[in-house]
Nanobody, 125 residues
Framework: VQLQASGGGLVQPGGSLRLSCAASGFSLARSAIGWFRQAPGKEREGVSCERSSDRSTYAADSVKGRFTISRDSTKNTVYLQMNSLRPEDTAVYYC???????????????????WGQGTLVTVSS
């Protein structure tokens, strides 16, 4: 079981990036998926997450209307489209997946069993 995140980089404020997370060894179609981020000196926080059962989503208040999570089952890949990026979005971004049949909440890191290696997003002029 492996998750491989990519797509991070340096972008100017107001710009866009799309992060990708490719899964191997299991099907993302049956997984809850999540994107989390961790800035220096801060705890890891849920950014955008989606249940597998009904495709309901969670988005942090700070990214609502700017970030969109999606999945492509044919490629076994999940994406995070990030628009109108701000300097405060600078962090290492992680993708995560959960195959648990019972999932109380999708916004907490403790709900996920599989993690990608992280990709750095830097928003700066």
């Amino acid at each position: 079981v492996q998750l491989q995140a990519s797509g991070g980089g340096l972008v100017q404020p107001g710009g866009s990036l799309r992060l990708s997370c490719a899964a191997s060894g299991f099907s993302l179609a049956r997984s809850a998926i999540g994107w989390f981020r961790q800035a220096p000196g801060k705890e890891r926080e849920g950014v955008s997450c989606e249940r597998s059962s009904d495709r309901s989503t969670y988005a942090a208040d700070s990214v609502k209307g700017r970030f969109t999570i999606s999945r492509d089952s044919t490629k076994n890949t999940v994406y995070l489209q990030m628009n109108s990026l701000r300097p405060e979005d600078t962090a290492v971004y992680y993708c995560a997946a959960s195959l648990r049949s019972i999932l109380t909440t999708i916004r907490l890191p403790t709900s996920y069993d599989y993690w990608g290696q992280g990709t750095l997003v830097t928003v700066s002029s």
